[in-house]
C-alpha cells in the first residue's frame, strides 16, 4: 500500500508560539514528528508549513518543506492546498500527522491509512481509543467519538457521549467506565480528492459550536471509519506543561534504552 504523510506546521500557537521548534532531546519537536512518520512506511513525508523559519529547520535534517498561505484555518487546509499544488491522484491515500505528536507512533500513521484503503465508501478514516479515566469523559478538551457497528462515525463530541441517561440522572461525580466511551485520536487519512470538495463546503453549526473540522465532513454527507488503535497514542504538545511532561518522558525513555 501506498501513502504519503504531510506534516501540518504552523508557526503560530496561542498557547506556546513556535512550538515545533522547540528542543526535545536535542532535536526539534516537528524532527521527531518527521522522523516517525518516516518509520511508518510511508512513500513520502512532506511538511506544510506557513512559516520560513520552520522550512529551514526542517530542510536543515533532510525533510521536504513546502511553504503554504498563512490564512489557512486548519490543518487540512494547508495539506489541501499542497495536494492540489503537487496534484495528486484523486484516490491517493494522505495521512495527516500533526506537528505537534512527537510521540506518535509509526504503527497508528501506517493503520489508519490502511483503513482507509480498506474501506472504500469512507472519505476519510481515523481512529480512538477506549476510555479509562472518568475524568476524561467529563472533559471537554477530550474529543469523543461514537460509531456504527460497521466503524463509521455517528458523531464527535467535546460532550459526554453516548449520554448515560440512568447513570447521570443523580450527577456526573461518576462514570461507569463498564460502557464504553471512546477518545478520538487527532490522526486522519484522506482520499486526495476529497480534499477539494471538503474546501468546498462551508462550516457546519455542530461544528462551529464544537469546534471540530471532521463535523463539517458528516453534515455534508461524507463518511469517516473510525478504528480502535492498535498502539497507544502519546500525548500532544499545547501548553509549556505539556512540552515539559513530553520531555520528561522521552528523557525517561532515552536512559532507559542507553547502554
Not at 487540512?76 to 506537528?99: D, H, M, Y
Not at 472519505?123 to 480512538?128: D, F, I, K, R, Y
Not at 467519538?145 to 467535546?158: C, L, M, P, Q
Not at 478504528?227 to 501548553?239: K, L, N, S, V, Y
Amino acid at each position: 500500500m501506498s501513502f504519503t504523510v504531510i506534516i501540518p506546521a504552523r508557526y503560530a500557537s496561542t498557547r506556546l508560539p513556535g512550538k515545533l521548534l522547540e528542543d526535545i532531546e536535542g532535536k526539534p519537536m516537528i524532527q521527531h514528528v518527521w522522523e516517525r512518520s518516516m518509520r511508518s512506511g510511508a512513500s513520502q513525508v512532506l511538511v506544510a508549513t506557513d512559516d520560513q523559519r520552520i522550512k529551514s529547520v526542517c530542510e536543515a535534517f533532510g525533510a521536504k518543506a513546502e511553504l503554504t498561505a498563512e490564512s489557512h484555518r486548519s490543518g487540512t487546509e494547508r495539506i489541501a492546498e499542497l495536494v492540489s499544488r503537487l496534484r495528486f491522484e484523486p484516490e491517493a491515500v494522505i495521512v495527516n500527522v500533526q506537528g505537534d505528536e512527537p510521540l506518535m507512533p509509526p504503527s497508528l500513521i501506517a493503520q489508519v491509512a490502511e483503513n482507509l484503503e480498506v474501506a472504500n465508501d469512507a472519505q476519510v478514516a481515523t481512529l480512538c481509543e477506549r476510555i479509562s479515566v472518568g475524568a476524561s469523559v467529563l472533559d471537554p478538551s477530550v474529543v469523543k467519538v461514537i460509531f456504527d457497528k460497521n466503524g463509521y462515525a455517528n458523531y464527535f463530541s467535546r460532550a459526554p457521549i453516548p449520554w448515560d441517561r440512568d447513570g447521570f440522572a443523580a450527577g456526573r461525580e461518576t462514570v461507569d467506565l463498564s460502557k464504553p466511551y471512546y477518545r478520538h485520536v487527532g490522526i486522519y487519512a484522506y482520499r486526495a480528492g476529497y480534499l477539494g470538495v471538503y474546501l468546498t463546503k462551508p462550516p457546519s453549526p455542530a461544528e462551529r459550536s464544537e469546534r471540530l473540522e471532521q463535523l463539517r465532513v458528516l453534515h455534508h454527507g461524507g463518511r469517516i471509519h473510525v478504528a480502535e488503535a492498535c498502539e497507544r497514542p502519546g500525548p500532544g504538545i499545547d501548553t509549556p506543561g505539556d512540552l515539559e511532561k513530553v520531555r520528561k518522558m522521552m528523557q525517561r525513555r532515552s536512559e532507559t534504552n542507553s547502554p
